[in-house]
């Protein structure tokens, strides 16, 4: 995929991330004060919305990873890996405390 049509899809991805995020934490308080009120929805909303707008180029950065040249195991290794990243962040808040 080119760069223009990425960031098209990117752009797209945080626009519906941002909107489905506020809707449901209007519809489910509880989900929006889990995730740390109004702000924290928003920031959630947008950061998912990029990441599902990206999918498309994920295998570029499980190829980052693994270096190797399966695309599905890319892709997943693409996918799991931000979300690893803040696991082991959180983890390291944690025990910070």
């Given amino acids: 995929m080119n760069r223009p049509g990425l960031r098209l899809n990117q752009f797209m991805g945080i626009v519906v991330g941002l909107v489905g995020a506020l809707m449901t934490a209007n519809f489910w308080p509880d989900i929006r ?32 990873i693994t270096r190797g040249e399966n695309h599905a195991l890319n892709t997943l290794v693409g996918l799991v890996a931000p979300f690893s990243l803040i696991g082991a962040l959180l983890m390291l808040l944690k025990l910070a405390r």
């Fill in 33 to 64: 004060t889990a995730v740390g009120g109004w702000v924290g929805t928003i920031l959630w909303g947008i950061a998912l919305g990029g990441l599902f707008g990206s999918m498309d180029s994920m295998h570029m950065v499980g190829r980052l």
